[in-house]
C-alpha cells in the first residue's frame, strides 16, 4: 500500500485502547480469512489472561479460538506445522518469557522451514506475546525479549507503541506469509489512541513512524516508550528542545532510511527500548545509523534500557530498572 | 525397499569418498518400516520424518535423482541444496521434512493433522520418530495435542534399538516404548518392524482410525539399523553377531522369499527388479555429479516470501559480482527448468 492510501484509510479513526485495537485486529482477519484461527493457553473461554481476546470464543466458537494445554512447545510446532499445510494459526503465547520453552520450535523449525527447504515452505503463523515489566510479575512474567527474535534470521518481529500501530501491525502480521511475532508490552494496554476503521488499514512490515518532529534530536523510542518519549518532548519543548520521536514500529525489518533521515537532520540519536542494553536491539539501531550517518553525527549516541538485571518485584526495586521517560529526557539532556 | 537400500548403500560409497559434504544417517535395515508406513497411506497423505530420512522420503514418493542431487548440493536437489540429507522435504509430495533436531517431527504432524481438521480434508499425517525421541518432551506434547483434539495424526516409532550410542533400555523406564501411548489414552502398538505387512497392516488400521475422527495411534516398529548412527561412526557400543541376528531376519530377504513361496514373485524376476534398481540409483548419482551448483547468491534467496532490504542487500551485491557470478548463472541457465512439478510424489491441494 502506499503512503497516500495508508492516509487515506486513517482518515476515519475512533478513539480505543490498545487492547480493543489488537482484539479488533483480530476480529477483522478471523472475520476476513477463515483460514484463520486463535490458539493459545486461555484465549477462548477465559477470554485470555490479559483479556485481549475476550468475547472472540462467544463470536467465532471453539474451533476458531482454540484453547490449547499449557504445552508450549507442542502448541508452537503444531502452529508451525499448521502453517506449512494450508491454514493461518494465530498463537498466543501468554508471556514472551514462555519462549523459553518453546525455542526449539521456533528456531529450528518455524525460522528455518522455508529456508531449509529451498523455498517450498509457506509459514503464514503470527505469534502474539507480552513483554515487559511494570506490574509487580517479576522475573519469569516481565521479561522483554524481542531482541532474540528479531536476531533471529527468519523470524520477522514487531512491537506496536500506539493502538493504531497495535491494529495495523497485528493484520499485517495475520496476512504476512512469513512467521511474524507481535510483541505487545502490557502496560500500554489501557492506552488510548485514534485508530482508522477501515478493515484493510494495514501497517507494512519495515515502516517507522514518525510520531512527532523535531530539529534537535532524534529519539527512537518503541512500545511503552513511544509514549513516554512524546511526553517527555513536549515538556523539553519548554526549554527550547525540539525532539523528534520516531516509533520503528517494526523491529525486522527495520526501517533504517526514516532512522538515518531524521538523524542527519538533528545530529543526535537516543534509542529508547525496554529490552536490556548489552548485545541488543540498541546496539543494532544504533549500528545502522553509524553505517549510513556517522558523519551527520553532533553528539555520542545515548541509550536507554534496562540494565542488565531480570526484573524484579518489589515496585521501587521494578521501577530502578525499568527504562521510562525521566531516563529519556536525561539521555536528552546529557547530549543537547 | 530395494531403492532405499540401493540409494543409502551408494550413499554411504559416494560420503565414504567424499563426494558428499556433512553428515549421512542411513536407514540400511530399517525399510520396512517407511515402506510399510506408507504403503498404508494416500498420495497426499503427510509425513513429518527424522534425520534418518532418505528411507521416509523414497517410499513417500520421492524421486531418487533429485535426493541425490540435494545429497551432493546442487541447484537441482529437493532443497535447491540447501538443505541437505538432513532437511530432503517436498511439501507438495507432503513430505515435510526429514528433520536434524530428534523428536520434532511429531509437532509437525500434529500441525498438519490440524490443518486436515481445520479444513475438513481427507488425509492424515504420520511422524515418524526414533525410540531416543521418545525421551522428548516435545513428542509427548505433540501426541497430548493430537490426542485432546482428536487430529488425525499417527506416531510411528522406529525402534532400531539404539539411541546414537546408548541402547534403548537405558534410556526408557518402559518395557516396549508403545506402553507410552497409555499416558495419552490412545492405542499404542508393538509391531515386528521387519515385516512390511505387518508395518502396513497396522499404519491402516491407525489411518481408518484417524479418519473415523477417533484421532492418534502409536505404533511402535522394532526394526534395526545395519549401519552405524552416522557414516564414520565406529560402534564402539555393539559387536557383529548382533547386527547378523538382525541381518537374518532381514526385512527385504523374508519378503523376497514370502513372495516367492507364494508364487507372486520368481527369482528371476527379482534379479531385473534389483538390476532396475541398481540402474535408476547409478543414473541418480550421475545426474547429482553433472548437475550444477547453486550460484553464491541463492543463498538469500528464499528466507522470506518477502525478502527484508537487510537481506537483499547482500543479495544484490552477490549477483553483481563478476567474478564468477555470471558464469554460473550462464551454466544454470542451461538445465532450466530447474522447477520441474514432475518430481512431486503427489498433488498439490
Wanted: charged share 30%.
Amino acid at each position: 500500500m502506499t503512503a497516500q492510501a495508508e492516509r487515506e484509510l486513517e482518515t476515519e479513526t475512533e478513539t480505543m485502547t490498545v487492547r480493543e485495537a489488537v482484539r479488533q485486529a483480530l476480529r477483522e482477519e478471523l472475520e476476513r480469512d477463515e483460514d484463520v484461527y486463535l490458539m493459545g493457553e486461555d484465549v477462548g473461554l477465559f477470554g485470555g489472561v490479559l483479556e485481549v481476546t475476550s468475547g472472540l470464543y462467544d463470536e467465532f466458537g471453539a474451533e476458531r479460538v482454540r484453547d490449547t494445554p499449557i504445552s508450549e512447545a507442542g502448541f508452537m510446532g503444531a502452529a508451525t506445522g499448521a502453517a506449512a499445510t494450508g491454514t493461518r494459526p494465530v498463537v498466543e503465547l501468554m508471556f514472551s518469557d514462555f519462549a523459553g520453552v518453546s525455542m526449539e520450535q521456533i528456531m529450528n523449525q518455524m525460522a528455518k522451514m522455508r529456508y531449509m527447504f529451498g523455498g517450498k515452505a509457506e509459514m503464514p503463523v503470527t505469534v502474539r506475546t507480552t513483554e515487559g515489566g511494570g506490574m509487580g510479575a517479576a522475573s519469569q512474567h516481565s521479561g522483554t525479549i524481542h531482541t532474540w527474535i528479531a536476531h533471529f534470521p527468519g523470524l520477522k518481529a514487531v512491537a506496536p507503541g500506539t493502538a493504531a500501530s497495535a491494529k495495523g501491525l497485528t493484520k499485517a502480521a495475520i496476512r504476512s506469509n512469513d512467521p511474524v511475532f507481535v510483541f505487545e508490552n502490557k502496560m500500554i494496554y489501557e492506552q488510548e489512541g485514534a485508530v482508522p476503521t477501515d478493515e484493510e488499514f494495514t501497517i507494512p512490515l519495515g515502516e517507522a513512524a514518525v510520531e512527532r518532529e523535531g530539529e534537535d534530536v532524534t529519539v527512537v523510542a518503541t512500545q511503552r516508550l513511544v509514549g513516554e518519549s512524546l511526553q517527555t518532548a513536549e515538556s523539553l519543548a519548554e526549554t527550547g528542545v525540539e525532539a523528534e520521536v520516531i516509533d520503528p514500529r517494526s523491529l525486522y525489518p527495520l526501517d533504517t532510511e526514516t532512522i538515518v533521515e531524521s538523524v542527519r537532520k538533528t545530529g543526535r540519536l537516543i534509542v529508547a527500548d525496554e529490552s536490556p542494553l548489552s548485545y541488543g536491539t540498541h546496539a543494532e539501531i544504533i549500528a545502522r545509523v553509524q553505517e549510513e550517518a556517522f558523519f551527520s553525527l553532533d553528539a555520542p549516541i545515548q541509550r536507554v534500557g534496562t540494565p542488565d538485571t531480570h526484573m524484579p518485584f518489589s515496585t521501587p526495586l521494578e521501577q530502578e530498572v525499568l527504562p521510562d521517560g525521566d531516563d529519556v529526557r536525561e539521555a536528552i539532556e546529557r547530549v543537547t | 525397499m530395494l531403492t532405499i537400500r540401493a540409494f543409502d548403500t551408494e550413499a554411504g560409497d559416494r560420503f565414504a569418498d567424499g563426494e558428499i559434504p556433512g553428515f549421512v544417517h542411513l536407514y540400511i535395515g530399517e525399510e520396512a518400516v517407511g515402506v510399510g508406513t506408507c504403503a498404508a497411506l494416500e498420495d497426499d497423505d503427510y509425513i513429518a520424518s527424522t534425520h534418518r530420512g532418505h528411507g521416509h522420503c523414497i517410499a513417500k514418493g520421492l524421486d531418487p535423482k533429485y535426493m541425490m542431487a540435494e545429497l551432493y548440493g546442487r541447484a537441482e536437489g529437493y532443497c535447491n541444496g540447501k538443505g541437505g540429507s538432513m532437511h530432503i522435504a517436498d511439501v507438495d509430495a507432503g513430505m515435510l521434512g526429514a528433520n536434524g533436531i530428534v523428536g520434532a517431527g511429531p509437532p509437525m504432524a500434529t500441525g498438519a493433522a490440524l490443518s486436515i481438521d481445520y479444513q475438513d480434508r481427507d488425509q492424515v499425517a504420520v511422524g515418524f520418530l526414533g525410540d531416543g525421541a521418545v525421551a522428548q518432551g516435545q513428542v509427548h506434547e505433540a501426541i497430548n495435542l493430537a490426542a485432546t483434539w482428536d487430529l488425525p495424526a499417527i506416531f510411528v516409532v522406529e525402534n532400531n534399538h539404539y539411541g546414537e550410542g546408548t541402547p534403548v533400555e537405558k534410556q526408557h523406564n518402559v518395557d516396549n516404548l508403545s506402553d507410552t501411548a497409555q499416558a495419552h489414552d490412545i492405542p499404542g502398538l508393538t509391531v515386528d518392524g521387519m515385516d512390511i505387512t505387518a508395518v502396513a497392516e497396522a499404519v491402516g488400521e491407525a489411518r481408518a482410525r484417524a479418519r473415523a475422527g477417533d484421532g492418534p495411534t502409536l505404533v511402535e516398529a522394532e526394526t534395526y539399523r545395519y549401519r552405524g548412527h552416522y557414516e564414520g561412526d565406529e560402534e564402539p557400543y555393539r559387536d557383529d553377531d548382533e547386527i547378523e541376528r538382525w541381518q537374518d531376519r532381514d526385512a527385504i530377504d523374508s519378503f523376497k522369499r514370502r513372495l516367492i513361496d507364494r508364487g507372486e514373485l520368481t527369482a528371476e524376476e527379482f534379479d531385473d527388479l534389483e538390476r532396475e534398481v541398481e540402474a535408476e540409483i547409478e543414473a541418480a548419482v550421475e545426474f547429482a555429479q553433472n548437475a550444477d551448483p547453486p550460484a553464491p547468491h541463492e543463498a538469500y534467496d528464499d528466507m522470506f516470501a518477502e525478502t527484508p532490504p537487510e537481506i537483499e542487500r547482500f543479495a544484490t551485491a552477490a549477483r553483481t559480482t563478476t567474478d564468477g557470478g555470471e558464469r554460473i548463472e550462464e551454466s544454470r541457465s542451461s538445465s532450466e527448468p530447474r522447477s520441474d512439478g514432475g518430481r512431486s510424489g503427489g498433488e498439490r491441494r
